[in-house]
T-cell receptor, first 113, second 112 residues
Framework: GENVEQHPSTLSVQEGDSAVIKCTYS??????FPWYKQELGKRPQLIID?????GEKKDQRIAVTLNKTAKHFSLHITETQPEDSAVYFC????????????FGTGTRLQVFP | ETGVTQTPRHLVMGMTNKKSLKCEQH?????MYWYKQSAKKPLELMFV???????ENNSVPSRFSPECPNSSHLFLHLHTLQPEDSALYLC???????????FGQGTRLTVV
């Protein structure tokens, strides 16, 4: 079945450093790849997304890259701040008639001041 | 607020109880989802409804029974649950699978 793998499961960085989270997906027909941030005790919220017709997208300190050939995509956070500490989930759409969005297993990012 | 509301926020139930979780969205979205979030599987898809029709049942035990009476409301009926069913149950909605999914705050369920 469809699968999204996410690595690493935990990531600790010093404030100001960069953080990279990687995901791979199995369905080559997937065409939408969002990233969600879930702060402690809160709901997941979209922070950035990318579609299959684009290779890279940037929004201030956050960027996402997509390699369709290799079926992997990555989240890059530069100049990390303590408020970036959260669990990050990648996801991939399954473009069949079921309207599914399959999530990765999450990465717990801790930014130390 | 994302426009997706879940009630109750917390629920404690015994293994013989019957309860229901409710999710409501007025964003005009066509798709609604139930996810289970636990330490074992951080965000596990349970059910998908598209235009009120169930399009996905991700091998969920029959003690979980979803209901979608209209495109704005989604229920999860619970009966004879097990302690391992204790988790955060998140509802989400989206226009379709390739657009942003908006999550509710979740219901923290504890089965005793």
């Amino acid at each position: 079945g469809e699968n999204v793998e996410q690595h690493p499961s935990t990531l600790s960085v010093q404030e100001g450093d960069s953080a990279v989270i990687k995901c791979t997906y199995s369905d080559s027909a997937s065409n939408y790849f969002p990233w969600y941030k879930q702060e402690l005790g809160k709901r997941p919220q979209l922070i950035i997304d990318i579609r299959s017709n684009v290779g890279e997208k940037k929004d201030q300190r956050i960027a996402v890259t997509l390699n369709k050939t290799a079926k992997h995509f990555s989240l890059h956070i530069t100049e990390t701040q303590p408020e970036d500490s959260a669990v990050y989930f990648c996801a991939a759409s399954i473009p069949d008639n079921t309207d599914k969005l399959i999530f990765g297993t999450g990465t717990r990012l801790q930014v130390f001041p | 607020e994302t426009g997706v509301t879940q009630t109750p926020r917390h629920l404690v139930m015994g293994m013989t109880n019957k309860k229901s979780l409710k999710c409501e969205q007025h964003l005009g979205h066509n798709a609604m989802y139930w996810y289970k979030q636990s330490a074992k599987k951080p965000l596990e898809l349970m059910f998908v409804y598209n235009f009120k029709e169930q399009t996905e049942n991700n091998s969920v035990p029959s003690r979980f029974s979803p209901e979608c009476p209209n495109s704005s409301h989604l229920f999860l009926h619970l009966h004879t649950l097990q302690p391992e069913d204790s988790a955060l149950y998140l509802c989400a909605s989206s226009r379709r699978e390739d657009t942003e999914a908006f999550f509710g705050q979740g219901t923290r369920l504890t089965v005793v």
